[in-house]
């Protein structure tokens, strides 16, 4: 199973400045996808701490996404930050310095031009879909914090990232967390492909939890399903889907 990161950049994002909006989009994305989102982690605008996010990140897992901090101004940090923390230097990408020239004219400023400063060894990814193609390093994907422009980008290369989809059932119990809990340990030792989870709420009839059974092994998801039901106590089961 692949498994995924995504690093948010931003003194806004932690300051409550901006809400993020790529996180939530990303988490959706990946589960349709077939990867299992594993870490979404938030940091400020210090190159250190996104090199140091970045380095443990992109070690412990198949891709990261990272969003915001790229651009001209002097906060736009993700590009050093990423770049030390896979170990390479800042270059200038020649390929994306004549994009710049073409769009921007004679007149382009040095910080303009630093849109087009990469990780040494960068992919160009996206194709003709972009007009600014994805910056990807090693398994550092590098994307804007603009939404629209995050979601355009991503989507340039979102197949990249399509495995088997995870298989999903849930089952409806009418009874409190704790009088299924000893229930629920039994399937999961005895399912441990399968994740289980548990959400209790209240609703005007009652406490109600939602189990969730979930796996990319279909035969697994059905057979830890029957076992919990089978297991649950009597009468509580209220709907299944």
């Known amino acids: 199973m692949k498994t995924a990161a995504i690093v948010i950049v931003g003194d806004e994002i932690l300051s409550g400045k901006v809400e993020d909006e790529n996180a939530r989009f990303l988490v959706a994305e990946l589960r349709e996808l077939g990867v299992m989102l594993a870490r979404i982690t938030v940091v400020p605008d210090e190159v250190e701490v996104i090199a140091e996010t970045v380095r443990d990140l992109s070690a412990r897992f198949d891709y990261v996404f990272t969003s915001g901090g790229v651009g001209p101004t002097h906060d736009d940090l993700t590009i050093e930050g990423v770049a030390r923390g896979l170990g390479r230097r800042v270059v200038r990408d020649p390929a994306l310095e004549v994009l710049l020239r073409a769009h921007f004219g004679k007149d382009v400023s040095e910080a303009g031009l630093r849109m087009a400063d990469v990780p040494e060894g960068s992919e160009r990814a996206g194709g003709e879909d972009l007009r600014w193609p994805v910056c990807v390093a090693a398994n550092v994907y590098v994307l804007p914090g603009v939404p629209e422009i995050f979601r355009r980008k991503f989507a340039a290369v979102r197949e990249r990232f399509r495995e088997s989809p ?20 039994e399937v999961a030792a005895e399912f441990p492909s399968v994740r289980i989870g ?22 697994a998801v059905q057979r830890a399903t029957d076992r919990l039901v089978e297991r649950a106590p009597a009468g509580t089961v209220a709907s299944t889907e």
């Open 198 to 219: 548990s959400y209790p709420r209240t609703d005007e009839h009652g406490p109600i939890v939602r189990i969730t059974i979930e796996s990319k092994d279909s035969a």
């Open 166 to 185: 995870f298989v999903l059932r849930s089952v409806y119990l009418r009874a409190d967390e704790s009088s299924i809990a000893a229930g629920l340990a």
